[in-house]
């Protein structure tokens, strides 16, 4: 079936440097990219988004990047600080769904003071 | 800002017992999704309903799992008849302005 990938699984940086993780999906028909944060025991929280018609997007320090060719969108987060240490998963909407969403497998983001 | 809410946030039950997962959207949202997080895995996709009705739903949500409105605001997952793998942090969410919002979930333990 429908598959996205995520990579890294894990990412440490320092604060203040920058932060990517890139996801890559099979389903052609896939039209919306969603990233979400998730901290220790909470909800999933929606920090941007991308639709395929876009093929970058910015809001202040994040910024999420989209290849529909390749297949595979990456998420920026510029000016890192502590308070953005947290899972981030992507996801690639399923086809002919709406928003019916499949998820990449999280990435554990430590920014270090 | 409106959140979607979920009830119980914790529910324990033994093997084999049938939990009822409740959930209130956003109002004025129509579309409704269940997902589900085994600990330290991913997001996973179980089932979506718009007008009253099922609109997709993946292969983990099998005959052992229901969902119904019944009262117009109320969203619910029933399990019949759990499984120690169900345990799982079980998320609601609902649609609106072309967004997916996730409710504050409901860990379910099956002992």
């Known amino acids: 079936g429908e598959n996205v990938e995520q990579h890294p699984s894990t990412l440490s940086v320092q604060e203040g440097d920058s932060a990517v993780i890139k996801c890559t999906y099979s389903?052609?028909?896939?039209?919306?990219f969603p990233w979400y944060k998730q901290e220790l025991g909470k909800r999933p929280q929606l920090i941007i988004d991308i639709r395929s018609n876009v093929g970058e997007k910015k809001d202040q320090r994040i910024a999420v990047t989209l290849n529909k060719t390749a297949k595979h969108f990456s998420l920026h987060i510029t000016e890192t600080q502590p308070e953005d240490s947290a899972v981030y998963f992507c996801a690639a909407s399923l086809s002919n769904s709406g928003y019916a969403l499949n998820f990449g497998k999280g990435t554990s983001l430590l920014v270090t003071p | 800002e409106p959140e979607v809410t979920q009830t119980p946030s914790h529910q324990v039950t033994q093997m084999g017992q049938e939990v009822i997962l409740r959930c209130v959207p956003i109002s004025n949202h129509l579309y409704f999704y269940w997902y589900r997080q085994i600990l330290g895995q991913k997001v996973e996709f179980l089932v979506s309903f718009y007008n009253n009705e099922i609109s997709e739903k993946s292969e983990i949500f099998d005959d052992q799992f229901s969902v119904e409105r019944p009262d117009g605001s109320n969203f619910t997952l029933k399990i019949r008849s759990t499984k120690l793998e169900d345990s799982a942090m079980y998320f609601c969410a609902s649609y609106r302005n072309e967004k997916l919002f996730f409710g504050s979930g409901t860990q379910l333990s099956v002992l």
């Open positions: 389903d052609s028909a896939s039209n919306y």
